[in-house]
Every structure is written in C-alpha cells, then in structure tokens.
C-alpha cells in the first residue's frame, strides 16, 4: 500500500495541526510496518537444503539430498551426485559411456567450487571414469586449479582413480554411425553436447557446484567447452548465490556465462531474471546464430530461489527441495 500523503494548510487550526500530525505518524507507522513486512517475505530462505541440476536427472539429486539430509556439507552433496550421472553408462553425455571425439576417444571436462570461491578442474581427462572427483582432488590437494590431459590422468592414478576404457559398446556403435556421414554440428537438447551441472545449498545456507561433461560429441580432438572453465560452466559465490550451463560451450564462454548470472544476482536480479539476461546476450549478438544451438542456465541466489532459462524449448531442470524431486521444464526464448 502506497504511503498517504497528507497535505497540511496553512488556515488549520492547532487543534487541526494536532490531529493532522496525529494522523500522519500514525499513517507513517503502519506503512514502516507494512515495509517491513514486505522486506521480510522477500529475505526470507526459501526451504533448505535443496539441489538443482541441469536435465532429468532425478537419481543424482536424490544422492545429493541423501548426503545433505544427513547433515553433509553442499560440496560432498554435488560431489556425490554427479558421480551418479558419471557412472551411468546409459547416459551418453558424462563419466563412462560418453559420446567420444571424432577420433574415438572419451575424453571428459568437469569442474567443482566450494563455498570459500576455492575451485578445481580437470580437461580433456581420459580412462578415469569420475572426473568430478578428480577436480576435487586438484581443488584440495593442489596449488592448481585445472589440470589437462596425460597430466590430469596421471595425478588421477597417484590418488587412487582406476584406469578404464570409457567407450562402452553403445557409444562405439554411435560412434560408428556417425562416421559415415561425419557431420560436426550440434543438435538441439540431444545429449551430443549435454552436462550435469548440480548446485546444493546445505543446512548451513553454504553453497557449493559441480559440472560434468564428456563434451560436444564427435568433436575435434583436444577441443574444450565451458564445464571446466570456472566462470563459464561453473561459478560459486558464497555471499550471493551459484550458477551452471549446459548447451554448446563455445556460446557460454563468450560470454562467460554463469559468472554472469552469478553478478546479474549481486546487482538484485532473481535467479529467473538473471538466468533470461545471460541468455539475452546470446542470442542478441550480432549474427548469432542462436536458432542452431541450444544454451541452458540454472542458477540459485542466498535465499535458496532458483531460476532455469534456455534459448529453445525442452530444457528441463531437476529440483530437489521441500522433500519434492522433481523435474521442471524451463522457459525459453525461442518461441517463435
């Protein structure tokens, strides 16, 4: 309710004076409450914990929510829930069973922040199935923050991760067929270019995010997304929330996507209204040929809100909050 304004005139009497005065501080009163009020509704935390993740991912937010229901922390919880999807041979996208390089090849990308901004990743890493836990162990017992290739499996092997071959018999068939015609270009929300990118917030209200990525299927060998790059596939504030993409990582580092949202949510965004900005800049670039490709952003501010948004239709985000996993299309852009 708008403030009343009371206009005082110069003929009142100071009995008039009197009353009008009386009015007015008791009209101010209930509007400073009233704003309070307000204030509070809109600081208020929403139910805690709670985990989102790009897809439909509802096993792994499940694992996540396990760890964080028993008073784990949201970096174990995203942690967790990733190696879910990564070990999941039937899910083409991450971890065992991902779509390989044109040459044949799984060659996989992750990332993981904590609640300090700490941070740790791995790049085009081969034969170790859970990249996450890789990037964790490069966060924590390194003075680095990414480590590539033969180096990153080679610190993999000194910490205890098994060398395995990666291409299952289904992603080798996939492979196969796609020799023959050859074509190098992404399909819309088809899992040659998916991720699982997971945000937690625990009981504590700390936050924490991981990404996870076997990468653009059947691309040029070496070639690198956003997932591990901290600020594009992954970025973390503690003070003010998280964000992850998913999509064609080219698009998402040129704009260094979830680093975005994350400060459009400093500035006050919502995480939904942060999540459409980042996208705006996408498609609004000067010949951006955003009907070709699909880019996808979740993000979670402090208070435990969320956002989903994504250039074309049927990108999904899976959310684990209030005791409800589900699985929740987001709004897009394209509706042409």
Known sequence: MKRRHFIKKASLTGVGLAVGSSLVSCDEAKSKEQSAEKTIANQSTATVPLVIATW???????????????????????????RVEEANEKGQSVGKGGLPDRDGNVTLDASIMDKHGNCGSVIYLQNITHAISVARKVMEDTPHVMLAGEGAKQFAVTKGFEPENLLTEASKEAWEKWKIEAKYKPIINIENHDTIGMLAIDKNGDISGACTTSGLAYKMGGRVGDSPIIGSGLFVDNEVGAAVATGLGEEVVKTVGSF??????????????????????????????YKNFQVGYIAVNKQGKTGSYSIHQWFSMTKFQGGVNEQIQSDYFNKA
């Open 56 to 82: 439909h991912v509802i096993d792994a937010t499940a694992k996540a929510m396990e760890i964080l229901q028993a008073d784990g922390n949201a970096l174990d919880a995203v942690e967790q829930g990733c």
């Open 260 to 289: 975005l949202v994350v400060e459009l949510m400093r500035q006050g965004k919502t995480p939904q209204d942060a999540c459409e900005e980042a996208i705006s800049r996408i498609v609004n670039k000067p010949n951006s040929d």
